[in-house]
């Protein structure tokens, strides 16, 4: 399976970096990726998924810039957005499933998403507004959508962020199933527990890179040990 790399791979606007260099390997099973806000974390998987490009260095995945080629983007990398609603972009949920598969070029799409709704209990799903799905709901379509194309890696930009505690087990067991290589990005060291490989990022940069249990020792140590004065803010 492929492996992805930044070589210096830096990504800034206006002036303003927002990640700086950052050289790493990435070819674990499971790696996730810790932050305070405003750490670069979204900006990290964006520019793993090819959705930006960076404004230094390079990023590439099995060899392919995936920013430069979209085609190699659909079969290399799927990501699953914070919020379900900035992702999906059809009225209904076949709609939805079907619509990856057409943008690779699959004669099948149809029958592909339909199979993909069916292997979870719910191509009754298939003529479904979205409208009606609950927010975990919506999580779990994308999610199919994302898997109905067969990408090498997924990378998870918090994916349990606003879900209720049951939705979010049944989702987290469903991805800890899942064959494909996962990048996840969380502020939850707790959603990373088992996880081959922590990589922590502070204000744009590498804090921490190892195994999970002592990347994340330390980041909690660090996040439990700043004071709770809301006059920080300001700045």
């Known amino acids: 399976m492929?492996?992805?790399?930044?070589?210096?791979?830096?990504?800034?606007?206006n002036g303003r970096e927002?990640?700086?260099?950052?050289?790493l390997t990435l070819d674990e099973r499971r790696i996730g990726v810790v932050g305070r806000n405003g750490s670069?974390?979204?900006?990290?998987a964006r520019l793993?998924?090819?959705?930006?490009?960076?404004?230094?260095g390079a990023v590439t995945v099995g060899g392919d810039d995936l920013f430069a080629?979209?085609?190699?983007?659909?079969?290399?990398?799927g990501i699953l957005f914070q919020n379900p609603d900035h992702q999906i972009i059809f009225p209904t949920c076949g709609e939805e499933v079907s619509f990856g598969l057409v943008q690779q070029g699959r004669k099948d799409a149809e029958a592909a998403a339909r199979s993909a709704l069916a292997e979870i209990g719910k191509e009754h799903w298939w003529d479904r507004p979205v409208g009606t799905l609950s927010g975990g709901q919506r999580h779990?379509?994308?999610?199919?959508?994302?898997?109905?194309?067969?990408?090498?890696?997924?990378?998870?930009?918090?994916?349990?962020?606003?879900?209720?505690?049951?939705?979010?087990r049944a989702l987290h067991a469903r991805l800890a199933a899942l064959p494909q290589r996962v990048v996840m990005i969380s502020h939850d060291p707790a959603a990373l527990k088992g996880f081959d490989r922590v990589i922590w990022l502070e204000a744009g940069a590498v804090a921490a890179d190892g195994p999970a249990g002592e990347v994340l020792a330390r980041f909690r140590a660090a996040m439990e040990g700043e004071g709770d004065d809301l006059t920080d803010l300001a700045g």
């Open 69 to 77: 080629n979209r085609k190699a983007a659909l079969a290399r990398v």
């Open 18 to 23: 927002i990640l700086f260099p950052l050289t």
């Open 140 to 168: 779990l379509l994308c999610l199919v959508s994302v898997l109905a194309m067969a990408p090498e890696w997924l990378i998870l930009d918090e994916p349990f962020a606003g879900l209720d505690i049951p939705t979010t």
């Open 2 to 13: 492929s492996e992805i790399r930044l070589e210096k791979a830096a990504y800034g606007v």
């Open 40 to 44: 670069g974390k979204s900006t990290f």
């Open 48 to 56: 793993l998924a090819g959705l930006i490009a960076p404004t230094g």
